[in-house]
């Protein structure tokens, strides 16, 4: 008599961290450095002398980042602070870009 063994493997899940994605501010003619600095205080969580540094980069390089977040997150404060410029009348533009 011949005897059958099963054995289960147990399915190994891997959990992948969640990609990173950062939120870059362009420069422009027309949106205020003050502006931009409210943003980055009250949309992204920045103190005064952190925003101010950005603020600067964004002006002199005419590029910067405000922050790194998952894309959930990152999307949605994009969305708020171009809701903001709009309401204020500022063509600013901000974009989403894998980190």
Known sequence: ???N???????????????NYKVVMYN??????EFVINILVSVFNKKLIEAEKIMLDV????RGVAGIYSYDI???KVGTAMSMAKEQ???????VEEA
């Open 59 to 62: 002006h002199e390089k005419g």
């Open 1 to 3: 008599m011949e005897t």
């Open 89 to 95: 009348g500022f063509p600013f533009k901000l974009t």
């Open 5 to 19: 063994v099963v054995t289960k493997q147990k399915d190994k899940v891997k959990v992948k961290k969640p990609k």
């Open 74 to 76: 990152a999307i949605t």
């Open 28 to 33: 422009d003619d027309y949106t205020t450095m």
